[in-house]
């Protein structure tokens, strides 16, 4: 993870106070990854949902010794119940734990451990962590929402970056055990002549299609809807887009079908790994 981000510059620091030798990559390559883990026996790792994926998908991951990983945490970006139950076949010695938070909660303040990843709860990223205070907001009125409904996710605890409530712009809901399932970006939203929609709803659906390894979700401009849904695709096989169309309207509101669909050999990401929103836009807008 890149220094300059709070998960690659904690993750670097826990390493060191804890008496680790860290292995670091000038810039991640799946491959590449693969060989270290393997040569240096890497007990501990930290990865994005993206860089799991490049990982399993990797032509090389089938004869890599990889029975030396005990720890898998991932976060930064959402991860599909779907690649994590595949990244566990390939990890079978390996505990998984989900983080949440952002640079100003100065990494994680929510956690979802091994002992909670059971069906029930595959979706959320767990609950808060030790000394952790959350509230999940209504943003027009700053009034707390009931368990269930979709609000702000506020958080504040000793260690954030600023004191006080930090407001993170994140879309959550929270169940009556207190699990925190991440909906979307409040800026990510898309607004279809008045109908909010919520990209990873639409991606969710599209990815659980068998021709597609990984997909992306966004808003672009429409002259008599102010906003329609378009979808970036990164197709296993030759694919029709009707095909897509189809299979998400027996799944969604008709309201939220991509409109239009654009495919790629691979997604438009940040250095961070997350999915780059302004070129996903560009991509869509421009073809």
Same mark, same amino acid.
């Given at each position: 993870?890149?220094?300059?981000?709070?998960?690659?510059?904690?993750?670097?620091?826990?390493?060191?106070?804890?008496?680790?030798?860290?292995?670091?990559?000038?810039?991640?390559?799946?491959?590449?990854?693969?060989?270290?883990?393997?040569?240096?026996?890497?007990?501990?790792?930290?990865?994005?949902?993206?860089?799991?994926?490049?990982?399993?998908?990797?032509?090389? !991951?089938?004869?890599?010794?990889?029975?030396?990983?005990?720890?898998?945490?991932?976060?930064?970006?959402?991860?599909?119940?779907?690649?994590?139950? @595949?990244?566990?076949?390939?990890?079978?010695?390996?505990?998984?734990?989900?983080?949440?938070?952002?640079?100003?909660?100065?990494?994680?303040?929510?956690?979802? $451990?091994?002992?909670?990843?059971?069906?029930?709860?595959? $979706?959320?990223?767990?609950?808060?962590?030790?000394?952790?205070?959350? @509230?999940?907001?209504?943003?027009?009125?700053?009034?707390?929402?009931?368990?269930?409904?979709?609000?702000?996710? *506020?958080?504040?605890?000793?260690?954030?970056?600023?004191?006080? *409530?930090?407001?993170?712009?994140?879309?959550? @809901?929270?169940?009556?055990? $207190?699990?925190?399932?991440?909906?979307?970006?409040?800026?990510?939203?898309?607004?279809?002549? $008045?109908?909010?929609?919520?990209?990873?709803? !639409?991606?969710?659906?599209? *990815?659980?299609?068998?021709?597609?390894?990984?997909?992306?979700?966004?808003?672009?401009?429409?002259?008599?809807?102010?906003?329609?849904?378009?979808?970036?695709?990164?197709?296993?096989?030759?694919?029709?887009? %009707?095909?897509?169309?189809? *299979?998400?309207?027996? @799944?969604?509101?008709?309201?939220?079908?991509?409109?239009?669909?654009?495919?790629?050999?691979?997604?438009?990401?940040? %250095?961070?790994?997350?999915?780059?929103?302004?070129?996903?836009?560009?991509?869509?807008?421009?073809?």
């Amino acid at each position: 993870m890149p220094f300059h981000h709070v998960a690659g510059l904690v993750g670097v620091f826990v390493g060191l106070a804890g008496g680790n030798t860290v292995v670091l990559q000038r810039r991640f390559d799946a491959g590449a990854w693969l060989a270290l883990v393997e040569r240096h026996r890497v007990q501990r790792v930290f990865l994005v949902p993206t860089m799991l994926q490049r990982i399993i998908d990797h032509p090389d !991951v089938a004869k890599a010794d990889l029975r030396s990983v005990q720890l898998i945490t991932y976060g930064a970006a959402p991860a599909t119940p779907e690649l994590i139950v @595949r990244a566990r076949g390939l990890f079978p010695g390996a505990a998984f734990v989900q983080v949440f938070g952002q640079t100003e909660t100065l990494g994680g303040v929510v956690a979802l $451990g091994p002992e909670d990843e059971d069906a029930a709860k595959r $979706g959320s990223v767990g609950k808060p962590m030790a000394g952790v205070e959350v @509230r999940v907001v209504d943003p027009a009125t700053g009034v707390d929402v009931a368990d269930g409904e979709v609000g702000e996710f *506020w958080a504040r605890a000793p260690h954030t970056a600023t004191p006080g *409530w930090i407001r993170s712009g994140d879309l959550v @809901r929270r169940d009556a055990e $207190g699990y925190i399932y991440v909906v979307g970006r409040m800026s990510d939203v898309i607004n279809r002549g $008045g109908e909010k929609i919520d990209p990873a709803e !639409v991606e969710a659906v599209l *990815w659980a299609h068998k021709d597609v390894a990984d997909v992306a979700v966004a808003g672009f401009p429409d002259a008599d809807l102010g906003e329609n849904v378009g979808a970036v695709i990164v197709a296993r096989r030759p694919v029709d887009p %009707e095909e897509l169309r189809d *299979w998400a309207r027996v @799944r969604l509101a008709s309201h939220k079908v991509p409109a239009r669909i654009v495919f790629v050999d691979e997604l438009p990401l940040t %250095e961070l790994g997350k999915v780059s929103r302004r070129d996903l836009g560009a991509l869509i807008t421009e073809r």
